[in-house]
T-cell receptor, first 113, second 111 residues
Framework: GAGVSQSPSNKVTEKGKDVELRCDPISGHTALYWYRQSLGQGLEFLIYFQGNSAPDKSGLPSDRFSAERTGGSVSTLTIQRTQQEDSAVYLC???????????FGPGTRLLVL | KQEVTQIPAALSVPEGENLVLNCSFTDSAIYNLQWFRQDPGKGLTSLLLIQSSQREQTSGRLNASLDKSSGRSTLYIAASQPGDSATYLCAVNQLGNQFYFGTGTSLTVIP
């Protein structure tokens, strides 16, 4: 594809429900990142995938958050038992490697009621 | 932990003016530094990437410099235009594959 795509673009859910956010990186990009941007805050690193290596999960805020990357391409970020403080824009980025330019998707706006 | 600071938080300039945005970071052990712009409700667009061994990068009216030893980077925008209005973010690629972002400078260019 032409760029990084994310779905859904917007998600409204009730507190306590699980949500899945999807990211399709640029074809051939081995590095994939998830970030969270809360209102008025900077971007917060969540998780990083590089090829087939074990992901760097050091940024995940709690064990309710998890992510997978299947076949080295598409990634899914799952938030279990959502809380209101999970409301944010979740951004995905990919790059050829961790030392190269990151290309961002448009983000998923999550609102937890 | 790496801390990235951007000053000023907001800036308003008349069209045509040259301007400088500042980014500082606390840990100089970095791979590179990247400048992005973010338009309201949109994702981030990469502007310039400076590797740790480089001093500056240029793209059109944009010039980014990096002084790793002092933990500073600047983004220079020449002859600003209303279309440059956006939030500008710097991100430091820390050794260990993590990216740390500043909170951004919100730029408004007044026609």
């Amino acid at each position: 594809g032409a760029g990084v795509s994310q779905s859904p673009s917007n998600k409204v859910t009730e507190k306590g429900k699980d949500v899945e956010l999807r990211c399709d990186p640029i074809s051939g990009h081995t590095a994939l990142y998830w970030y969270r941007q809360s209102l008025g805050q900077g971007l917060e690193f969540l998780i990083y995938f590089q090829g087939n290596s074990a992901p760097d999960k050091s940024g995940l805020p709690s064990d309710r958050f998890s992510a997978e990357r299947t076949g080295g391409s598409v990634s899914t970020l799952t938030i279990q038992r959502t809380q209101q403080e999970d409301s944010a824009v979740y951004l995905c980025a990919s790059s050829l490697s961790h030392t190269q330019t990151q290309y961002f998707g448009p983000g998923t706006r999550l609102l937890v009621l | 932990k790496q801390e990235v600071t951007q000053i000023p938080a907001a800036l308003s300039v008349p069209e045509g003016e040259n301007l400088v945005l500042n980014c500082s970071f606390t840990d100089s052990a970095i791979y590179n530094l990247q400048w992005f712009r973010q338009d309201p409700g949109k994702g981030l667009t990469s502007l310039l990437l400076i590797q740790s061994s480089q001093r500056e990068q240029t793209s059109g009216r944009l010039n980014a410099s990096l002084d790793k030893s002092s933990g500073r980077s600047t983004l220079y925008i020449a002859a600003s235009q209303p279309g440059d209005s956006a939030t500008y973010l710097c991100a430091v690629n820390q050794l260990g594959n993590q990216f740390y972002f500043g909170t951004g400078t919100s730029l408004t260019v007044i026609p």
